[in-house]
């Protein structure tokens, strides 16, 4: 939208705001319910918030915001079951499409319901059992979502984070050898094994949501970057041998899903048990600039090789002053 009209950083970062805090809210009034159904609540929730920062942009009437909520009410959805799949982005992206189609039909005068949320068969309640749409409103201006939220340090699911910390402190311990590894054992939160006990992966994408496939490059590697959770990395050998050796995942009620426990036996009758309190990411350790620039770098080189990574990370940084954020997408496309 920024590419078709002049938007400043300034503009542009109010928007993008006000869509994070939009999304998170609604995503707050149905949980844990509504993703405990199999609803996936990024794009459920997600095509609300890019409706609101689209809508922001465009500079909508109260009564346009309303029919781009119902608009967007009437294409949300996405089904945690394409987890592990292609199709989960489809679902990511179609909530991003979809809610800027949602402001722009409601700018066209295509009008929506007066309550596409709250309604008796609005949002809410026809995806949730139980929602709390008071949490919508709750201190809305004061009290930030967005300050709550978090940058994944890793190219996999979230509930992998403490796994992955945790065996790669293992990794680096002087007297530990993955080579010797016989039994592995991983204790964390309920939705660690909901999501992640997934032990016979085939695909990279499988292994994103693989506690798993994580446990054993960590261990086996001692990284957890776009590489390790790629084809090549599951069909490795040696890291099939290493994942077969982890045991179903067990779960404790009291873990929080920033923590995580993981005992390794090894065959010389070593035993090692480490533990992750507070993951990296997690509020009570979030990443550095200089981490999220160094997984930006390394993210770009992966997939998009050809883009010049380090002046479009500056420009990034430099967001809020930068007065046409169009011109940014440039530095996105490779160079021919």
């Given at each position: 939208l920024a590419e078709l009209r002049p938007v400043s950083g300034t503009e542009l970062l109010h928007a993008f705001v006000l869509g994070v805090e939009v999304t998170c809210r609604i995503g707050n009034a149905i949980s844990p319910g509504?993703?405990?159904?199999?609803?996936h609540i990024t794009s459920t929730c997600g095509i609300f918030g890019a409706a609101v920062a689209a809508a922001k942009l465009l500079d909508l009437t109260e009564e346009e915001i309303l029919w781009a909520f119902g608009n967007a009410s009437a294409q949300a959805?996405?089904?945690?079951?394409?987890?592990?799949?292609?199709?989960?982005?489809?679902?990511?992206?179609?909530?991003?499409?979809?809610?800027?189609?949602?402001?722009?039909?409601?700018?066209?005068?295509?009008?929506?319901?007066?309550?596409?949320?709250e309604g008796p068969r609005g949002f809410l309640k026809v995806l949730c059992h139980a929602p709390k749409p008071e949490l919508i409103e709750r201190e809305l201006g004061s009290d930030?979502?967005?300050?709550?939220?978090?940058?994944?340090?890793?190219?996999?699911?979230?509930?992998?984070?403490?796994?992955?910390?945790?065996?790669?402190?293992?990794?680096?311990?002087?007297?530990?050898?993955?080579?010797?590894?016989?039994?592995?054992?991983?204790?964390?939160?309920?939705?660690?094994?909901?999501?992640?006990?997934?032990?016979?992966?085939?695909?990279?994408?499988?292994?994103?949501?693989?506690?798993?496939?994580a446990v054993a490059v960590a261990l086996l590697r001692g990284t957890a970057g776009a590489a390790d959770f790629s084809d090549a990395a599951v069909n490795d050998p040696d890291v099939k041998a290493l994942r077969a050796k982890v045991r179903p995942i067990e779960t404790d009620e009291a873990i929080p899903v920033e923590a995580a426990y993981v005992s390794v036996r090894c065959s010389d009758g070593a035993h090692f048990e480490v533990r992750e309190l507070a993951a990296t990411g997690s509020p009570a350790r979030p990443m550095t600039d200089a981490a999220l620039r160094d997984k930006f770098a390394a993210l770009a080189e992966y997939g998009s090789p050809?883009?010049?990574?380090?002046?479009?990370?500056?420009?990034?940084w430099a967001l809020r002053d930068v007065s046409d954020v169009g011109s940014i997408m440039a530095l996105a496309r490779p160079k021919a």
């Open positions: 509504h993703y405990n159904r199999g609803w959805s996405g089904l945690v079951e394409t987890l592990g799949f292609m199709a989960k982005s489809v679902g990511v992206g179609t909530a991003a499409r979809g809610g800027l189609l949602a402001a722009l039909m409601a700018k066209g005068g295509v009008e929506g319901p007066p309550m596409p949320l930030w979502e967005n300050l709550r939220n978090m940058f994944k340090p890793y190219p996999c699911g979230v509930v992998l984070n403490p796994v992955i910390d945790a065996c790669l402190d293992l990794h680096r311990k002087p007297d530990f050898s993955a080579d010797l590894v016989s039994d592995i054992t991983v204790r964390g939160c309920p939705l660690l094994k909901a999501r992640a006990d997934r032990p016979d992966v085939t695909t990279g994408r499988e292994a994103q949501v693989s506690a798993q496939h050809a883009i010049d990574a380090g002046a479009l990370a500056d420009s990034l």
